[in-house]
């Protein structure tokens, strides 16, 4: 099975950039979505198709893919972004396989 | 707007079978895209269940494909799970969810969820 490795958290104080890193093997190689959870709620997709941002996500959010790291960017961090994060792939197996999630923290 | 909501027991005795239907509102189940399953234990991340494509054919979760069946009634636009043997590892929030358009054959992701229902197994 493809594996997809997440950082357990990440910090950021409010203003600056929050960086947020999954790796598998070749991962460039597919495509990678991105889902904002907050305590609660359903999912939120923020970045699709590796760096493709669904209407109403603020332009803050962008993402990239290359290698065996993909990586979602929060520019100008708020503190209403503070969430779970998971990334996502479809694997060629018929597989939908999600991170293990990173906790992002605002402080 | 695509709109899903899961509904089913709460609350399911070890060993029995954990049924859950989610309706669709929005979209037909049988006009396109990949309709799928995925679950969260308390305090854990996302688990992809088994997804349903349209025309019917059915992907499992290896992990739990043994005890797992996702079928759809297009007549009534509804999405079902059953699992069965059900233990106290199976008690999660449940989400159905709709994929999202993506291009590339092999882009796929799910762009609208249920607000999920949480399972628990418990005696």
């Known amino acids: 099975s493809f594996d997809l490795i997440q950082p357990p958290s990440v910090s950021v104080s409010p203003g600056q950039t929050a960086t947020i890193t999954c790796s598998g093997d070749r991962l460039g190689d597919k495509y990678v979505c991105w889902y904002q959870q907050k305590p609660g709620q359903s999912p939120l997709v923020v970045i699709y198709?590796?760096?493709n941002r669904p209407s109403g996500i603020p332009e803050r959010f962008s993402g990239s893919n290359s290698g065996n790291t993909a990586t979602l960017t929060i520019r100008g961090t708020q503190a209403m972004d503070e969430a779970d994060y998971f990334c996502q792939v479809w694997d060629t197996s018929n597989s939908w396989v999600f991170g293990g999630g990173t906790k992002l923290t605002v402080l | 707007q695509v709109r899903l909501q899961e509904w089913g027991p709460r609350l399911v005795k070890p060993s029995e079978t954990l049924s859950l239907t989610c309706n669709v509102s929005g979209y037909s189940i049988g006009s396109g895209f990949y309709w799928g399953w995925v679950r969260q234990s308390p305090g854990k991340g996302l688990e992809w269940i088994g997804s349903?494509?349209?025309?019917?054919?059915?992907f499992y979760n290896p992990s739990l494909k043994s005890r797992l069946t996702i079928s759809a009634d297009t007549s009534k636009n509804q999405l079902s799970l059953r699992l069965n043997s059900v233990t106290a590892t199976d008690t999660a929030v449940y989400y159905c969810a709709r994929e999202g358009y993506c291009s590339p054959t092999t882009c796929s992701y799910f762009s609208f969820w249920g607000p999920g229902t949480l399972v628990s197994v418990s005696t």
């Open positions: 198709q590796d760096d």
């Open positions: 349903l494509y349209h025309t019917g054919t059915t």
